[in-house]
């Protein structure tokens, strides 16, 4: 019996489920160290019977390893459970060979048939040689590896047999012998039996007792009702089949006979040139595994050395930090001690001066009433000043003995209320644990929602050099930033960070490199990949205070000058599955940043514009928009916003309904007020083009052209995302103006993806514009008006809080409002302005 492996659970990462077999749950999973691919499967471990059962199938496997039967690497328990590892089957099982069979020429399907029959009876005789009978042979346990053989497995249900004893029946209904639902009994036969099934599904894609349900297929097996053997299998075949699939068990052949057949020793004779060779290779394959194994073993003990070496260097620095602290507390209590003595020393002192000036003040009154008798008594006179005198320098004597025990206490630090360097530890806040989980350092967004979350650290940072670095794990293609807000921000549940009031709070850090203040994108600094060190490095000290980035210790060019006085550092998570872990968060000696070529600061509370140019007319009034769109329809609103920082005049018109919202949209869209651009004519409007309104932001291009190509051929269909999230539209050119004419008749107002579509005429194609009927004119904020990193949110936004208020076409049936955002370009020079915010 060959020996297994000694593993654990630890060892491998699961990464899908598969379907389980007879006895347990499966999975494919990955071993760690080497990479490689192979199934996890878990039988119950609990109970004694259970283990019986487990153990008994472990067995099974070791008695029956052979190249014909699935291999066990290793078994090992975990919890309540067992877990067996065996090599993973590339090529799936029989159940997907038998769908691709009937795809190939009769011949060429015949032949490989052959070849799967002859592989299966070298398993079954493998078995029925060891007195085992399999009891549950069906497609699903029998396995195809990369190289084409095949291999039979899930032993969950074999069973050793005594000589002239029978096995209880178990296994798939289908796939068992008459004498299994006559006798309740099955034998080496009954596998047969189940051989011949497969084989002939094999050949015709069919079962051969198939029928309306499973009881009819049973009452067939019974009844021996076959269907047509496959006309292309005549012959050897069918001679072969038939005769395994014989109702009388006596009359099938054993697994050893059908292996004496001329035509199955031919096919093994080549299988086994075959495999021959596929050894060879796969002894080299083996080695060279072997030794990239030892390799990456080799690798992680190195990296667990270094990491124990690390761990025992910031182990030292713990204890050194505890030792200062532990000194400066026992510096304290002394200080603490004299100063308690110095204290009564001075409590009694002023007992004794109060004393003093109590007795100055009764010798005063005493002066008084001898200066009333000075007539009379001048010699007294010199005698009291003398005592009065004398009184006096006790009072200064007593004076200087308070000053002299005040200059004995311990001078006052300026610098004792400096933080110590070192590492910071750190208390996360997070708005909602249904969203974001934490491990430790680990902050982990679960798989329960797509939820936008905001995660602060305490405490809030005022003084000293301090650096805030981690890790973006399983974020590739996902959004995701870092950054600092000021410590008065408060972050709430399914929130971005820049959303509400703390709009003028952040600075974020984004995963596609640009630093986002105030509704405003600065590009110049890295990329944010996965897995890459991300550090923030705050100078509470200098004057400005600055915040630098860092990407793989990485100076970036772009920093910001001027950052508020208290600080939190913040993480922002958006997409399920991905997380970050807080490798450092430490107060340092001094600023890591030198400075790099190309560097710019950015200061905080200013607008930040990359470019400041202006394109725009930017003295258009609400009265001159008003007469444009009134040449549409009835305008209800006009809005302009002035532009601080943006290329145009930007703001919004409410049309009095949908269909003046929509003509306007198609019609005054690129419009210029000095006439230039007019090209609407109804010979434009007319054409084989159409426009497309209220499309889900799933709907693809080939959504919409199959959608179309039911009335008649479609030529071009293109669907447009607003801003990647917002609902979206489409052009789509029919092959004639009459089937236009017939799409917007049948297919308007109808669902498309869940929406009911708006569909009219469009202009005709230019082009230079092929968006002519869409607002892809506008210009959108970067990442999103609200500041929000990306996060979908309602589209209206006042601008006091937000600054330009800029909206893709809204369909009335959202919102209830018809709008339509309205720019207007071409009449002024351009200009350049720059103004704080």
């Known amino acids: 019996m060959k020996s297994i492996e000694i593993d654990c659970f630890e060892n491998y990462q699961a990464m899908k489920k598969l379907k389980g077999g007879a006895m347990g749950k499966t999975f494919m999973v990955k071993k760690l160290i080497s990479a490689k691919l192979c199934v996890l499967k878990k039988v119950d471990y609990l109970e004694e019977e259970d283990k019986i059962r487990a153990d008994r199938e472990v067995d099974q496997m070791l008695r029956l390893a052979s190249p014909y039967t699935v291999r066990l690497i290793s078994k090992f328990p975990d919890r309540t459970e067992l877990c067996l590892i065996m090599e993973y089957c590339s090529q799936g099982d029989l159940r997907k060979v038998i769908a691709e069979l009937q795809q190939l020429p009769e011949e060429e399907r015949l032949m490989r048939v052959w070849e799967i029959l002859a592989q299966i009876f070298l398993a079954l005789d493998h078995l029925h040689s060891h007195e085992v009978i399999h009891r549950d042979v069906k497609p699903e346990n029998i396995f195809v590896m990369e190289d084409g053989s095949i291999k039979l497995g899930d032993f969950g249900l074999a069973k050793v047999i005594a000589s002239k004893n029978y096995a209880t029946a178990v296994g798939t209904k289908v796939y068992q012998a008459p004498e299994v639902y006559q006798q309740q009994q099955m034998t080496v036969e009954s596998d047969v039996f189940a051989v011949g099934e497969v084989i002939f599904e094999l050949l015709s894609g069919k079962h051969p007792f198939e029928s309306d349900s499973e009881q009819g297929m049973i009452n067939n097996i019974i009844q021996g009702k076959m269907i047509e053997f496959p006309s292309f299998a005549e012959g050897n ?267 003028t709070k952040t600075v974020g850090y984004l995963d596609n490199g640009s630093l986002h203040y105030l509704n405003a994108g600065i590009d110049g600094n890295s990329k944010i990949k996965e897995n890459q060190l991300v550090a923030l490095e705050v100078n509470m000290t200098s004057n400005p205070r600055t915040l630098h980035f860092f990407v793989n210790n990485q100076e970036q060019p772009v920093s910001v000058s001027d950052i508020p006085s208290n600080i939190r550092f913040f993480v922002f998570l958006y997409n399920t599955g991905q997380s970050f872990t807080l490798t450092r968060f430490e107060r340092i000696q001094s600023s890591s940043a030198r400075g790099v070529e190309g560097s710019s600061v950015l200061k905080w509370g200013h607008q930040w514009d990359q470019d400041a140019v202006y394109d725009g007319d930017l003295d258009a009034t609400e009265q001159e928009v008003q007469e444009l769109f009134q040449t549409v329809g009835r305008v209800k609103t006009v809005c302009l916003y002035m532009p601080d920082e943006q290329s145009m005049c930007q703001g919004y018109v409410q049309m009095s309904n949908e269909e003046s919202a929509l003509r306007a949209m198609n019609e005054l869209n690129g419009h210029d007020n000095d006439s230039e651009n007019e090209s609407n004519n109804d010979g434009q409007m007319i054409s084989n083009r159409l426009f497309v309104a209220n499309l889900n932001f799933k709907t693809t291009s080939a959504d919409l052209l199959n959608f179309f190509a039911q009335v008649g051929q479609v030529q071009q269909a293109e669907v447009i995302i607003h801003n990647g999230r917002s609902k979206g539209f489409g052009f789509v050119t029919m092959r004639n103006q009459e089937l236009a004419q017939r799409a917007l008749i049948q297919l308007n107002n109808q669902k498309l993806d869940g929406r009911n579509i708006r569909i009219q005429f469009a202009k005709e194609h230019d082009d230079h514009n092929p968006h002519q009927n869409s607002n892809s004119g506008v210009p959108m904020m970067p990442y999103n008006i609200l500041g929000n990193y990306g996060v979908p949110m309602m589209p209206f936004i006042q601008p006091e809080n937000y600054g330009v208020p800029m909206m893709p076409f809204i369909q009335p049936e959202n919102y209830g409002v018809p709008m339509m955002p309205y720019i207007q370009r071409g009449r002024f020079h351009s200009r350049r302005r720059n103004r704080p915010r």
């Not at 200062?324 to 200080?335: F, H, S, T």
């Not at 000075?374 to 004398?390: R, Y």
């Not at 630090?413 to 350092?441: C, F, K, R, W």
């Open 237 to 503: 075949m069918k001679q072969i089949v038939l005769a395994m699939m014989n109702p009388n068990p006596s009359r099938r052949p054993s697994a050893k006979a059908v292996l004496a057949h001329d035509i199955v020793r031919m096919y093994l004779r080549q299988h086994e040139g075959r495999r021959n060779i596929d050894d060879s290779g796969r002894i080299q394959q083996l080695q060279q595994e072997k030794d990239d194994e030892k390799r990456r073993a080799d690798g992680e003990k190195i990296r667990a050395d270094f990491a124990e070496q690390r761990a025992d260097s910031i182990q030292q620095r713990v204890d050194q930090v505890k030792r200062q602290a532990d000194e400066e507390k026992r510096r304290a209590d002394d200080a603490e001690e004299v100063t308690r003595v110095f204290q009564l020393e001075i409590e009694n002192q002023n007992r004794e001066i109060q004393i003093l000036q109590q007795r100055t003040q009764i010798t005063e009154q005493e002066k008084e009433r001898e200066k009333i008798r000075a007539d009379e008594q001048e010699g007294n006179v010199a005698q009291m000043n003398l005592q009065l005198t004398q009184k006096n320098q006790i009072i200064q004597q007593m004076t200087e003995k308070q000053q002299a025990l005040d200059a004995l206490l311990p001078p006052r630090n300026e610098d004792d209320n400096l933080p110590a360097l070192g590492p910071i530890i750190s208390n996360a806040v997070i708005p909602d644990y249904a969203t974001v989980q934490q491990n430790e350092n680990k902050f982990i967004h679960t798989k329960d929602n797509n939820n936008p979350s905001v995660i602060a650290f305490n405490p809030i940072i005022s003084k000293g050099v301090v650096r805030f670095e981690g890790q973006f794990e399983n974020s590739e293609e996902k959004i995701f930033a870092i950054g600092i807000a000021d410590a008065s921000a408060v972050f709430e549940p399914n929130h971005g960070p820049a959303q509400g009031k703390n709009y």
